[in-house]
């Protein structure tokens, strides 16, 4: 994933897992459910408060602030780290859980939007997950206060027919009421007025400009003219990708937007910009379900057998010269038959197995076994990294290499 940003010319960046509270609170917002009910903030023996950061966004607006970063023109950055919530673990959901992040921070160029998107759609299309690109607009500081009251009002006009927790959520954050998944909510608000026909002209320019981009390098959209997120601070452009295939509590893989205010918000200068967060454990799932996960690589290419207590010198020494050579390589630490160390290394995936025996220490030699072609042959002591880097680099396996299979006696 973080490949993908790469070419795209973000560079790497980290901050840290804690921050100030307040932080969060005036980033993330106030009336949020991660602020109010879903973070890990503790007093630290300096008597600050601090969280465990809830989200990425607001860190890295922060540490960019803090560095001189804003200002400066347009800042691409990406990185990965766990992000933590006090939320009810379940499938897909864990108390921490590991995001990959992307920003553009600096311009209030729709290109920048677009780019941001393209980078996911990218990371989607290399992993062979099928998503749908939920894409709307969430208005500016221009047309959004109109429209929240003209919702608000709607929702207050719907009376005790909206349970008396939506009423709650109505009257601080009414946005959030929009994408409730409760069916009852959700047929209540049915014909609520939708931020889209309220944007004001620049909004809706910059939304049409996005769209048209997008169409233009390919990217599909579906029009989610009820999305909202979790976060208080999108302006503009806001979007998440789905996974048709996961329930719908953990559907969501990733999500962003543009947070042209948030800067400022946290005491920083005005600078607009725009991003996105992607959960990496639900990927997994889903990469999961589409069978496409990937097999982990072979932790091993050589495994040294010292066969005699003589050998355990030469055996450690050769281990040491293989690793110089940038090849990974191990040896056993406990006594086994040599049927015992075979198994274990083709357990290991061990593409080479080296062999120390007496006949091998009294000729200065190894006997080397390349464990996929089943071929073996004696190489000189100071030879075998060579030998075991020209089979690792040869032709990949042509399949698990078989325990039983002894090989030569040694
Ligand atoms: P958000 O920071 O809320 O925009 O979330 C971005 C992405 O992070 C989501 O789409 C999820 O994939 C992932 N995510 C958020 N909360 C959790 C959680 N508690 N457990 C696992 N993944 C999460």
């Not at 790469?6 to 969060?24: H, K, N, S």
């Not at 379900?289 to 050998?311: H, N, S």
Request: charge should be negative.
């Amino acid at each position: 994933m973080l490949e993908q940003a790469r070419l795209a010319g973000y560079q790497r960046m980290e901050t840290p897992v804690f921050e100030d509270t307040g932080l969060f609170a005036r980033g993330v917002g106030q009336s949020t459910d991660v602020v109010q009910k879903e973070m890990y903030a503790f007093v630290d023996k300096g008597g600050r408060s601090v969280s465990l950061r809830p989200e990425l966004t607001a860190g890295v607006v922060r540490a960019l602030i803090q560095h001189g970063r804003i200002g400066a023109g347009l800042v691409k950055v990406a990185f990965s780290g766990p992000s933590f919530r006090y939320e009810r673990p379940q499938a897909g959901r864990q108390r921490q859980f590991h995001q990959v992040d992307v920003e553009a921070i600096g311009s209030p160029d729709p290109a920048t939007d677009a780019d941001v998107i393209l980078v996911g759609h990218e990371i989607f299309r290399s992993l062979g997950i099928d998503v749908s690109l939920m894409l709307t607009s969430l208005g500016d500081a221009e047309c959004r206060p109109a429209y929240r009251e003209r919702l608000l009002e709607f929702l207050r006009g719907l009376g005790d027919r909206l349970p008396a927790e939506v009423r709650a959520r109505a009257e601080q954050n009414p946005l959030r009421v929009l994408d409730m998944k409760d069916p009852r909510v959700r047929e209540l608000t049915a014909g609520a007025p939708l931020i889209r026909d309220w944007l004001c002209a620049p909004c809706k320019a910059h939304d049409d400009t996005v769209r048209s981009l997008l169409a233009e390098a390919g990217v599909g959209w579906v029009d989610a003219p009820r999305l909202v997120r979790g976060l208080d601070y999108y302006t503009r452009t806001t979007f998440e990708w789905q996974a048709g295939a996961l329930d719908a509590a953990q559907d969501a893989l990733g999500g962003g937007g543009r947070y042209d205010g948030l800067s400022e918000l946290i005491g920083g200068p005005s600078a607009p910009g725009t991003g996105w967060a992607l959960g990496l454990d639900r990927t997994v799932l889903a990469l999961e379900r589409a069978g496409r996960l990937p097999e982990p690589p072979a932790q091993l290419q050589a495994m040294v057998l010292p066969l005699t207590p003589a050998a355990r010198g030469v055996a450690l020494t050769l281990v040491r010269d293989l690793r110089r050579a940038g090849l990974a390589a191990d040896q056993p630490y406990a006594e086994r038959s040599l049927r015992g160390h075979m198994k274990a290394a083709a357990r290991a995936g061990a593409r080479v197995v080296v062999l120390l025996g007496d006949d091998e220490l009294a000729a200065g030699q190894a006997s080397v076994r390349d464990m996929a072609a089943r071929e073996q042959g004696q190489v000189p002591l100071d030879a075998v990294a060579a030998r075991v880097a020209e089979i690792a680099a040869g032709p990949p396996d042509a399949g698990p290499p078989d325990p039983d299979d002894r090989g030569a006696a040694p």
